[in-house]
């Protein structure tokens, strides 16, 4: 319900200042007042990929909120759980809990308690793999703001181009004195233009925020997995087996002949 009321107020907040200059050029240019809708749909073919990009700019910017919220990667239940495994020295029984948990913080923690029974090197360096996965992930859906930012205003530029053809046919058709139908038609198409701004605007604004917020995310995320490996018995660890998962690099096939041919 929180996520239906949040995409209505973000759609309000993007199309209320698009609408409401395409209505304020459109009534300057043909004289009459037209509704919301019908402006819009002045702007031509360009409105409809821009109409995308709108419910693109929309969802990604709640789904990224969402994934870069602090409580969402580093749960308190799978915190909780990792951290009295830790303290009953179960690692095997973590590494399970972990691996049936689906928060970026369980992902990392696997990662590492896969790599522990290698030493305190090979753990780090698996954890550290672990929150430069998760980072990228994001990183990479957080990007698709500054794209839709990039492209929307071109599509809409090409839109206004590609209408000002008819507004020439318009003046031709009428002929040099009548400047009405010249302005009117210039005036639709800018609408493409217009409302391709008004949704990068927002895009760029939400592509440094939210690259701002996942960063901070990310320093609680390896603070906390880190802080479960500090002291750690890795002198007592060594070579254990703690994923418990199958192993596929078994020994050269050369050397089992050998061994074979010797016994």
Known sequence: MKTIVRTLVTATLVMLPTAAFAAEKAGHAGGTKKSYLQVLLDGGWAMYPIFAFLIATIWLIIDNWLRTS????????????????????????????????????????????????????????????????????????????????????????????????????????????????????????????????????????????LRNRLQFAVHSLEEEASSLFRNAPYEYLKDADVGQEETYAAMPNWIATQQEATA
Request: glycine share 12%; aromatic share 8%; with cysteine.
């Open 70 to 209: 602090t409580k969402r990667m580093i749960p308190m239940a799978d915190s909780n759980t990792a951290k009295q495994a830790f303290l009953a020295g179960d690692y095997v029984g973590a590494y399970q809990a972990m691996k049936a948990a689906t928060s970026p913080f369980a992902n990392v923690v696997q990662m590492a308690l896969g790599s522990v029974g290698h030493g305190k090197d090979a753990t780090e360096e698996a954890l550290h793999a672990g929150v430069d996965k998760v980072n990228s992930q994001i990183q990479t859906r957080i990007n698709y703001l500054s794209v839709i930012g990039v492209c929307t205003p071109m599509v809409g530029l090409l839109g206004t181009v590609s209408g000002m053809k008819g507004a020439f046919t318009a003046l031709e058709n009428s002929g040099i004195g009548d400047t009405s139908a010249l302005s009117g038609a210039i005036g639709e198409v800018l609408i493409a233009t217009a409302s391709g701004l008004f949704i990068a605007i927002p895009a760029f604004m939400a592509f440094y925020f």
